[in-house]
């Protein structure tokens, strides 16, 4: 089993900046990607940043060139750096680790932003 436990979240105004950190346990387990999603009230969830233990990361086009994700193989830990937040990127974000063949969900951190 790995448990995934997001953390960051918050209110914050537009054009402003947001760290989400994310860390799977136990640190033993070989997870492989880690990602981020995002969950806007009445929409599907939806991926917005990936990255492997290789530290290949990719982003949802929405996001490119405002949030970076980077990674600890060491702690089983992501971090998801978002900038220049819209009112638009205002949801429930969800941390995931990949292991043994299937993806492990947090519970989700709330992200606000207000214009």
């Known amino acids: 089993q790995v448990q995934v436990k997001e953390s960051g979240g918050g209110l914050v105004q537009a054009g402003g900046s947001l760290n989400l950190p994310c860390e799977a346990s136990?640190?033993?387990?070989?997870?492989?990607?880690m990602s981020w999603y995002q969950q806007i009230p009445g929409k599907r969830r939806e991926l917005v940043a990936s990255i492997t233990n290789s530290a290949s990361p990719q982003y949802a086009d929405s996001v490119k060139g405002r949030f970076s994700i980077s990674r600890d193989n060491y702690k089983n830990a992501v971090t998801l750096q978002m900038s220049n937040l819209k009112p638009e990127d205002t949801a429930v974000y969800f941390c995931?680790?990949?292991?043994?063949?299937?993806?492990?969900w947090g519970q989700g951190t709330q992200v606000t932003v207000s214009s």
């Open positions: 995931t680790a990949w292991w043994m063949g299937r993806n492990y």
């Open positions: 136990p640190s033993a387990r070989s997870i492989g990607a």
